[in-house]
């Protein structure tokens, strides 16, 4: 699986679990650190919890296992890191504080939806 599949395949696991304003931003223009971020928002530490537990599950069963990953304590901002594919799980109020989106503006931004 690589970057883009990979990014896409997490963002249809954050719906599942309910993720609000999920996008995929395209990094691999811009910069070295990674390809792909997924960023999405998550109402509770309950879901926040419940996204983070499914996309690292799924992808184990992959083989596909996070090279880092914090955030687990707080449950306020989780960052899964695959390497090609960082995954943020924010909740709201983070996510508008810290505003990725704003900061890595030069990034393709795919929204993501259940049509997508």
Not at 32 to 56: G, L
Request: charged share 30%.
């Amino acid at each position: 699986m690589d970057g883009k599949e990979l990014a896409q395949f997490i963002a249809k696991l954050t719906l599942d679990k309910k993720a609000e304003n999920v996008v995929i931003m395209d990094l691999g223009e811009i910069t070295t650190i990674t390809d792909y971020f997924v960023i999405c928002s998550a109402q509770s530490d309950v879901q926040v919890k419940a996204i983070s537990d499914s996309i690292t599950t799924e992808l184990k069963q992959r083989d596909i296992r996070a090279w880092h990953s914090e955030g687990h304590q707080s449950l306020n901002w989780v960052l899964l890191d695959y390497v090609d594919v960082v995954v943020h799980i924010f909740k709201p109020e983070i996510r508008e504080y810290y505003a990725l989106e704003n900061l890595w503006g030069d990034a393709k931004i795919i929204e993501v939806n259940d049509e997508y």
